[in-house]
């Protein structure tokens, strides 16, 4: 049997848990109806909330989606399922064992695949727009199954490729684990029902060379968008100095999908502030990167006396303004945009956003002065560098063109060594202006990667880092919110106070870190089995704390004695064999002689003692 059959068949790949579970075994049944589908989605609000944003993405929307029931007929059974799957994916393993396998980063840099194929999907239209949503969320999906699968080993693959990487990552994943993530994750989703037309193209996109199909196909399309996606997000994730190129590189292959370079700049702005949005509702980093349009000058820097600039040259003098334009364009790499008439000029700098505007007073239409002032009500207007150009030196004329907003006044017959020394302070000014917008944006990053650590901070402080459950402080935190909501709603609230049974016994006999393995085992199945609502919090030792709100007594002994049986049933790696752990509960439940948290989880406490005394591997109530 080969590797890759060993583990389709194992239990060791990334598999949907919960809601995402239902919702796939209804979906194979052949008369599931969408309201059944619908009605089990809305006991999840996380996934109802995030297929409703996804129904109201893009371009096309006629009207708003604000309905669970609509937005899984919008986007279909499939659909629904597909994403359901993806996202319980991406709830499930936001970290894992792998060292070196940066899970933040690859939830970061398949979210914005996904965002990616959605949006050139409205482009290219060859297939719905949600599902290439998934099929780029999805697509790298075999990394993270090496990565749970294989935590030792491919941490090993993954430093060797980073140390030398004249070698694709698939190559080496093939050497050390005899399959690579593309073979891995075509078969994963091959099993979870992603139709082939879907999975092909998966096989091909990260190839050095892409393969050449029928131009009009739908493969070929499918190949090249997954190529940008690709590329995309690795420009999302990619350090300041490398992303000019990138840029540059994408926008020449994004032509073959017909998507012309004027509008590519517009097209990855909206992609990466989708990003950001998605980001913020998926709780996944992403980072902030300046417009576009700043980016791609980055990888052509001039030197700083030879800034290329947008220049509108406006004179309704032909001879003399095919004279200036001449000047400009002779050995520089500036543009130069000419109109003959005021109006025509205040036209073309609302369009094209000059860095300069060389205009004659004399102007038929509006006359340079009256343009100045017309620019410099605008925000646009009031960035741009304006020099007027006079066949007089008339010093009312010269005053009046200061007053309405000029940075200079010269000469009409003006020589081409005049003209670049004025021009010289336009090329400080735009240099300026550069760098205070490449300054602003490192200052945004700085402050979302602060807030990123914040949180991070924050979430560790509250966290037990062997098993990933809330800690004691946490867990007192929620009791008292708990707490306090039962008393303004008047609603029942009970706690579960549950201890391992002679876990002391593990330790001494098998050491603290089977110990350790054991506590984390058994904090997963509690966790997992648990009701939704219900939060499971390690307080200390082999000690949990389940908080039940709007819960009385009798549903909470039933939840209990769920647990009790479900993790009785599961076999744990005890030492070198398998074995099976016990708990034992005590359950209280807050009455009105119940004074504060601490009473009602010294209630829970008698209850533990009481179940331990009883024989353990029991439940007890107080």
Known sequence: MSQ????????QLPSPRGVALAVLELSRRENVTLGELARVIQTDPALSSRLIKLANTGSMIARPVVSLQEAVVRQGLATVRQLALGFSLLDQYRSGACASFDYQAYWSHSLLMALTMQALAEHVRVAAPDELFICGLLAQVGRLALATAYPAEYDAVLKTH???PSHALAIRERAALETDHTELGIAMLTDWGIPKPFTEPLSH????????????????????????????????????????????????QAGELDLKPEHAGHFIDAVIARWKEWGQLLKIPTA???????????GDEAAPDETPLRIVVADSNAFSRRKTVALLVENSAHIVYPADTGTAALALAMEVLPHVIIAHYNLSGLDGAELCQALRETEEGRRMHILLLSDERDEEQLTRAYEAGADGYAPSAISAKGLRTRLSAAQRFVQLQNAWEKDRAQLRQIAAELAVA???????????LLTGLPNRRSAMDQLEQAWSAAER?????????????????????????AGDHVLREAAGVLRNSARRGDSVCRIG????????????????????????????????????GM????????????????????????????????????????????
């Open 579 to 622: 074995g099976h752990v016990t708990i034992s509960v005590g359950v209280a439940t807050r009455r009105a002689s119940t004074a504060d948290i601490d009473a009602l989880v010294s209630l829970a406490d008698q209850a533990l003692y009481d179940a331990k005394q009883g024989g353990r591997n029991r439940v007890s109530a107080r």
């Open 4 to 11: 890759l059959e060993q583990l389709r068949i194992s239990d």
């Open 288 to 298: 902030t990167l300046p417009p576009f349009e700043e980016i791609s000058q980055g």
């Open 205 to 252: 996109y990260e190839d050095a060379v892409l393969p050449e199909y029928p131009c009009d196909s739908r493969c070929h399309c499918l190949v090249r968008m997954l190529w940008l996606a690709h590329r995309l997000a690795d420009f999302g994730l990619a350090n300041e100095a490398e992303r000019p190129k990138m840029a540059q590189l994408w926008v020449a």
């Open 541 to 576: 030792g082999e000690e949990f704390l389940v908080i039940c709100p709007n819960t009385d007594l009798k549903a909470a002994l039933l939840s209990a004695e769920r647990l009790r049986e479900t993790l009785a049933s599961h076999p744990i790696a005890i030492g070198t």
């Open 489 to 513: 709603a008047a609603q029942p609230l009970s706690v579960m106070l549950i201890d391992i049974d002679h876990f002391k016994h593990i330790n001494d006999t098998y050491g603290h870190a």
């Open 454 to 464: 914040n949180r991070r901070l924050a979430n560790a402080a509250l966290t037990d």
């Open 162 to 164: 980073r140390m030398d």
